[in-house]
């Protein structure tokens, strides 16, 4: 099982690949949430990543690639989800290489499809525990009740003025890799709207279909 999960931001998607990871028991890649982790070790890469963030600039695409890797190796290039990798035609092919030269490929990817208004209703909503990475949602995963003060957060740009902007942003970034996959016959379009576990069912369907 080797899948990569799209989506827009507070499309679900880290949730999804949360429940995969649990469930059936793959191993969940986040370039995002490995380049925290980094950070926070202050290790080589982390440090040289934490120089880029701390003037606000996008990390290098060779460093994030070095941690999706690293990650694809440790469970031996199988049964992962990659959650938001890769975003452009660039990393596509680099990853499409990779796994061939240990000889393996793409399952399937797949794409959660929601409405921009739908979007905007549930970042709005989000709060982020600001030391794990992990999200939560007001009314469907609430943030546990014993958290400390201080620790679960609204980010900036999950407000309501800042979400659109980030909207074009992914579309017009991440269209031409969607369409890359299209074009290989490995994107599966999945309605992302419903209970967590409505989506989650949809997702396994479109594995199993790409099993099959």
């Not at 606000?56 to 290039?77: F, I, N």
């Not at 794409?111 to 525990?129: C, F, G, P, Y």
């Not at 990475?133 to 201080?150: Q, R, T």
């Amino acid at each position: 099982m080797r899948i990569v999960l799209f989506g827009p931001p507070g499309v679900g998607k880290g949730s999804q690949a949360q429940f995969l990871s649990e469930r059936e028991k793959v191993t969940h890649i986040s370039t995002g949430i490995l380049l925290r982790r980094a950070i926070r070790s202050e290790s080589k890469l982390g440090l040289e990543a934490a120089s880029y963030v701390e003037q606000g600039k996008l990390v290098p695409g060779p460093l994030v690639r070095s941690l999706a890797e690293a990650a694809m190796t440790s469970c031996q290039y199988d049964r992962f989800v990659l959650d938001g990798y890769p975003r452009t035609i660039e990393q596509a092919d680099w990853l499409a290489e990779f796994l061939k030269s240990h000889n393996t490929h793409l399952d399937t990817v797949l794409s959660l499809v929601v409405s921009n208004e739908d979007i905007i209703d549930r970042l709005s909503k989000r709060r982020v525990n600001r030391i794990t990475g992990e999200n939560y949602h007001l009314d469907f995963k609430p943030p546990p009740a014993d958290a400390e003060p201080g620790v679960i957060i609204q980010r900036i740009d999950d407000l309501p003025e800042a979400i659109l902007p980030r909207l074009k942003i992914y579309q017009e970034s991440t269209h031409p890799v969607q369409e890359y996959y299209r074009s290989l016959g490995l994107l599966q379009e999945i309605e992302g709207t419903g209970s967590f576990e409505q989506v989650y069912d949809r997702i396994l369907a479109a594995i199993m279909n790409s099993a099959g």
